[in-house]
């Protein structure tokens, strides 16, 4: 290190230090006493987390949305060395974790992660609960007769809304569910909505998932042939909206699985609506008012190299970065969907990077951020469990890495697998309860 570097005052040596990257930073600050000073302020950390989640597009070790101003400086510290472990850990080229561990939670119950925060929702069949993954232990629970939870969304920091539904084929009941995890010891879980649609669900042919997008229900349904798409819609407050053949209608057979599915992506000015056509995409935007909005515009995006799987998937970050707004999967293909905002801050549909996998996929996880997903592919062998973790970033070509675990370690075959992109979490739940957590930073 220069010493006419090392002999500028104190504010300066900050001032430079803040321009380097986090893992620059790190290292030198393990070598150099003056430097080292830095990492005695706050705002040498916020302006190095904050390059990584703007320039490099990647996730931070803190919980979803979480204001780091709000933060002290030793979890600033913290959420820094792990966010640089976690990239250089993830980055190489063989990818292992630092630790692997094992909770038991609810039986039969699938899990919503809230990214950042080592809390983890699990939901089945009439209920709804909370767990912390370091203490192992229940948080919080709501036990409701015959719920299914479809969905969830992080609107705010502290809060995941869940769009639920109930098991009738003779009426269309839809539940919204809010988690208030801003009391991590004693969590919140509360009923804010619970209305029946006009029409029941035996009605349509296909409905979406129940989606909470900006204080509304939202759930797309489709008719028969040929296939027409029909918005229901309801307020928190229990105002309904209808709007019929919102999208164009699809002539029945093509594709020849059903009707294509819909995903929604959120804006402030209004949600989009993802069709996954497998040649190609449409993309139907609702703007003015969220109750009655006054334009509906349909856009089509052509795919390079068409999903022809028997059922897409559909998954929707929760904190997009890299302007990554929804990644679908499919029999052998994963595709990243990104948006880029013109002058008005509508969303422009133009880009979306594929990943064909050489066998079949079994499953696909998408991390909050978007540019991570996690891939369980078909075993060639009855003693292998192969994973892929794939990047996206933006201008770059698609990178993917081998996830090598040894058997056993996690439950990728008989089990659901789940990921956390902000701490390096990879977790695995079998019906019996047990969650394990396999850590990469």
């Not at 204080?215 to 407050?237: C, G, H, I, K, Q």
């Not at 540019?371 to 970033?393: D, K, Q």
């Amino acid at each position: 290190m220069d010493s006419g570097f090392l002999s500028l005052p104190p504010d300066l040596v900050l001032e430079v230090s803040m321009h380097l990257s986090l893992a620059d930073a790190i290292d030198l600050l393990s070598t150099c006493k003056t430097l080292r000073q830095c990492c005695t302020e706050k705002s040498f950390w916020l302006h190095a987390l904050v390059r990584v989640r703007q320039d490099q597009k990647h996730p931070i070790a803190v919980p979803l949305l979480q204001d780091l101003s709000a933060l002290t400086l030793a979890e600033l510290t913290e959420a820094g060395k792990r966010t640089n472990r976690l990239m250089k850990n993830w980055r190489s080229e063989t990818p292992k974790p630092e630790s692997v561990r094992e909770i038991y939670v609810d039986l039969m119950s699938d899990i919503v992660v809230i990214p950042g925060a080592n809390l983890i929702i699990t939901h089945g069949t009439g209920f709804v609960a909370c767990w912390d993954i370091l203490r192992q232990c229940s948080v919080g629970r709501l036990v409701e007769s015959g719920i299914l939870v479809e969905s969830s969304t992080f609107g705010e920091y502290g809060k995941v809304m869940l769009g639920a539904t109930k098991q009738n084929s003779y009426c269309f009941e839809v539940l919204v569910i809010c988690v208030d995890y801003r009391n991590r010891a004693a969590v919140s879980i509360s009923l804010l909505l619970q209305h029946t649609f006009a029409y029941p669900r035996r009605h349509f042919y296909q409905a979406s998932p129940v989606t909470v997008d900006a204080n509304r229900v939202r759930v797309v349904v489709t008719t028969f042939d040929p296939w027409e798409y029909t918005l229901l819609s309801v307020s928190l407050a229990g105002n309904e909206e209808t709007m019929y053949d919102f999208m164009p209608p699809v002539p029945r057979g093509v594709p020849v699985y059903g009707p294509p599915k819909v995903s929604i992506i959120s804006s402030p000015n209004g949600p989009y609506f993802l069709r996954h056509m497998q040649n190609s995409g449409d993309v139907t935007h609702l703007s003015g008012s969220p109750v009655t909005p006054s334009t509906t515009t349909t856009t089509t995006v052509p795919l390079g190299t068409p999903n022809k799987s028997l059922q897409i998937k559909h998954f929707t970050p929760a904190d997009p970065a890299a302007d990554i707004v929804c990644v679908t999967s499919g029999q052998f293909m994963v595709e990243f969907w990104q948006a880029r905002r013109d002058a008005d801050a509508r969303l422009v549909f133009d880009n979306v990077s594929p990943y064909a996998a050489d066998r079949v996929v079994n499953s696909v996880v998408a991390g909050a951020s978007g540019t991570y997903a996690l891939v369980a592919l078909h075993p060639g062998s009855p003693n292998e469990a192969p994973l892929r973790l794939l990047h996206c970033f933006p201008g770059g070509a698609l990178d993917h890495r081998e996830i090598r675990v040894p058997d056993k370690t996690l439950y990728v075959k008989e089990g659901q697998i789940a990921l956390d992109d902000h701490l390096g979490l990879i977790l695995s739940v079998r019906g019996d309860g047990r969650l394990r957590i396999a850590s990469y930073a």
